[in-house]
């Protein structure tokens, strides 16, 4: 008889506890070979993507609005001088994070095959009507919030509700901090379907539109790929430039190194603090500044978040062919700013906020779900990238408000 070690080592182990990566290529590559090969077999598969976007769009609210409330609730004044500079980079790093993937979202525009038969929508004509929809959204009644997914609503509700319960007493943040804990423990079960969820979709996609859907999907990915990169060997450098008065590159690339390259393939920044903590203390940091600003930096400094949220969006309103001018634009990047740094430490997890930035353009719930839908299907390489860039960020900024302008 079988040991339950091995057994758990077995195909059910695999479906459980294996790498979500290759299930995710494994869904991938079967979703295409269906798809191409046989279309009608694909279409009656398509039940498994429709399941898996209506999932998220199900967990999506709940998780912004718990997240966001705890995260407020559970934040502590720091007592280090040092805090206030890092904190500022961080949140600088994050904005022209979002500023630059608007710039090359309207550059090198990216339509995506979506289904609109039944959807709404409800564009903005301008600027004021984008303000005056957010006004509208932010006073609506919180439950009418949750069950419209009125994100700007769920948004505002959450940072009054989580300011008011800062002054609570411990338990009630206790029960807070426990509550974000389980529903993201909720959204990582529903994000290991993913795979299932990826090979319908895919499969119908590719069944509807063949090869051009990938060809959609590998542009989407180089604008993605190709702002963090921008981000990572550019912008950043230009703001430790700027914050130490030296060249700043060798910091960058050690840096990416030796924390970006471990948080590429453990895809977590929570994961990768241990490692961050070490490389600080390798550079010669202040223990008792980085020992805060690398675990605040894992939960709000998240500018490739901040690339994606706006990426996406962005292709989902030149897919909708809505009219974008240049206030809306960085309104945009400040939503995105704000969504990036309540953006769950799950995989995948920046990629659920992407309707709360759809609905400033009056994007309906369905379409945005469809576009979180595409972005796990690139999101093998998207949320690797994303996280590297913001581990090694978290490094980079706490050595450029901590190291002593023009020295090494």
Same mark, same amino acid.
């Given at each position: 008889?079988?040991?339950?070690?091995?057994?758990?080592?077995?195909?059910?182990?695999?479906?459980?506890?294996?790498?979500?990566?290759?299930?995710?290529?494994?869904?991938?590559?079967?979703?295409?070979?269906?798809?191409?090969?046989?279309?009608?077999?694909?279409?009656?598969?398509?039940?498994?993507?429709?399941?898996?976007?209506?999932?998220?769009?199900?967990?999506?609210?709940?998780?912004?609005?718990?997240?966001?409330?705890?995260?407020?609730?559970?934040?502590?004044?720091?007592?280090?001088?040092?805090?206030?500079?890092?904190?500022?980079?961080?949140?600088?790093?994050?904005?022209?994070?979002?500023?630059?993937?608007?710039?090359?979202?309207?550059?090198?525009?990216?339509?995506?095959?979506?289904?609109?038969?039944?959807?709404?929508?409800?564009?903005?004509?301008?600027?004021?009507?984008?303000?005056? /929809?957010?006004?509208?959204?932010?006073?609506?009644?919180?439950?009418?919030?949750?069950?419209?997914?009125?994100?700007?609503?769920?948004?505002?509700?959450?940072?009054?509700?989580?300011?008011?319960?800062?002054?609570?007493?411990?338990?009630?943040?206790?029960?807070?901090?426990?509550?974000?804990?389980?529903?993201?423990?909720?959204?990582?079960?529903?994000?290991?379907?993913?795979?299932?969820?990826?090979?319908?979709?895919?499969?119908?996609?590719?069944?509807?539109?063949?090869?051009?859907?990938?060809?959609?999907?590998?542009?989407?990915?180089?604008?993605?790929?190709?702002?963090?990169?921008?981000?990572?060997?550019?912008?950043?450098?230009?703001?430790?430039?700027?914050?130490?008065?030296?060249?700043?590159?060798?910091?960058?690339?050690?840096?990416?190194?030796?924390?970006?390259?471990?948080?590429?393939?453990?895809?977590?920044?929570?994961?990768?603090?241990?490692?961050?903590?070490?490389?600080?203390?390798?550079?010669?940091?202040?223990? /008792?500044?980085?020992?805060?600003?690398?675990?605040?930096?894992?939960?709000?400094?998240?500018?490739?978040?901040?690339?994606?949220?706006?990426?996406?969006?962005?292709?989902?309103?030149?897919?909708?062919?809505?009219?974008?001018?240049?206030?809306?634009?960085?309104?945009?990047?400040?939503?995105?700013?704000?969504?990036?740094?309540?953006?769950?430490?799950?995989?995948?997890?920046?990629?659920?906020?992407?309707?709360?930035?759809?609905?400033?353009?009056?994007?309906?719930?369905?379409?945005?779900?469809?576009?979180?839908?595409?972005?796990?299907?690139?999101?093998?390489?998207?949320?690797?990238?994303?996280?590297?860039?913001?581990?090694?960020? /978290?490094?980079?900024?706490?050595?450029?408000?901590?190291?002593?302008?023009?020295?090494?």
């Amino acid at each position: 008889m079988a040991h339950p070690a091995n057994q758990a080592r077995g195909p059910l182990g695999f479906i459980l506890h294996g790498s979500l990566v290759t299930q995710i290529v494994i869904g991938l590559i079967a979703g295409i070979l269906l798809g191409h090969f046989a279309p009608a077999a694909a279409h009656s598969i398509a039940l498994l993507g429709q399941l898996f976007v209506s999932a998220l769009k199900s967990v999506a609210p709940i998780l912004v609005f718990v997240l966001v409330l705890s995260s407020i609730a559970n934040q502590k004044a720091q007592s280090s001088s040092r805090m206030g500079p890092i904190l500022m980079l961080y949140i600088l790093g994050t904005f022209l994070a979002a500023l630059i993937a608007v710039i090359a979202s309207f550059a090198f525009p990216v339509k995506l095959k979506l289904d609109l038969a039944n959807s709404t929508l409800n564009p903005p004509g301008n600027i004021v009507e984008v303000l005056l /929809d957010l006004l509208t959204s932010i006073v609506v009644n919180p439950v009418a919030a949750l069950l419209n997914a009125n994100y700007m609503g769920i948004l505002a509700w959450a940072i009054v509700l989580g300011l008011a319960l800062k002054h609570g007493s411990q338990s009630t943040r206790d029960l807070l901090t426990d509550t974000s804990n389980a529903v993201s423990s909720l959204v990582r079960l529903v994000i290991r379907f993913a795979p299932l969820g990826i090979f319908g979709l895919v499969a119908v996609t590719i069944a509807d539109s063949g090869f051009e859907a990938l060809r959609q999907y590998g542009l989407l990915l180089m604008v993605l790929v190709g702002c963090m990169l921008v981000v990572a060997l550019l912008i950043n450098p230009l703001i430790v430039f700027v914050k130490l008065r030296r060249n700043p590159y060798p910091l960058v690339f050690t840096c990416l190194r030796e924390s970006g390259i471990t948080a590429f393939f453990t895809r977590s920044s929570a994961a990768n603090i241990p490692v961050n903590m070490a490389l600080c203390e390798r550079l010669g940091l202040n223990k /008792d500044t980085y020992s805060v600003s690398i675990p605040l930096g894992a939960t709000i400094n998240m500018a490739g978040a901040a690339v994606t949220i706006t990426v996406l969006t962005l292709a989902a309103v030149h897919t909708l062919e809505i009219p974008a001018d240049l206030p809306t634009a960085l309104l945009l990047s400040l939503v995105a700013t704000i969504a990036a740094c309540g953006a769950s430490g799950v995989a995948g997890g920046s990629l659920l906020l992407i309707p709360l930035a759809c609905n400033m353009f009056g994007i309906s719930n369905d379409i945005a779900m469809q576009v979180v839908g595409v972005g796990f299907v690139i999101g093998v390489v998207q949320d690797s990238v994303e996280t590297a860039l913001n581990s090694s960020t /978290d490094v980079l900024f706490t050595a450029a408000a901590t190291l002593e302008p023009g020295r090494s």
